[in-house]
């Protein structure tokens, strides 16, 4: 009894960053912080899109391709 329990106990956090995933699969980039463009490092007025999130500002979060496949692009408004 004591180990469905703690079986039971481990599986419900799992099971709900799961389901997490599926309906929350982007993140904001880590380099570009959702801003979709850096400066430039000699020119303070140049900006380029991010080479990490390729401009979107946002990326995958761990897991979710390996679990549930590629989802759809983000849209950018």
Same mark, same amino acid.
């Given at each position: 009894?004591?180990?469905?329990?703690?079986?039971l106990?481990?599986?419900?956090?799992?099971?709900?960053?799961?389901? $997490?995933?599926?309906?929350?699969?982007? &993140?904001? !980039? $880590?380099?570009?912080? +959702?801003?979709? &463009?850096?400066? %430039?490092?000699?020119?303070?007025?140049?900006?380029?899109?991010?080479?990490? !999130?390729? +401009? $979107?500002?946002?990326?995958?979060?761990? %897991? &979710?391709?390996?679990?549930? %496949? @590629?989802? @759809?692009?983000?849209?950018?408004?």
């Amino acid at each position: 009894m004591n180990a469905l329990m703690v079986l039971l106990i481990l599986m419900i956090p799992i099971l709900l960053w799961v389901a $997490s995933l599926k309906l929350n699969p982007w &993140r904001s !980039c $880590s380099r570009c912080k +959702g801003q979709q &463009r850096l400066k %430039g490092w000699v020119v303070k007025k140049a900006y380029h899109a991010c080479p990490k !999130c390729m +401009g $979107s500002g946002r990326q995958l979060r761990f %897991g &979710r391709r390996f679990i549930f %496949g @590629e989802p @759809e692009p983000p849209s950018i408004r």
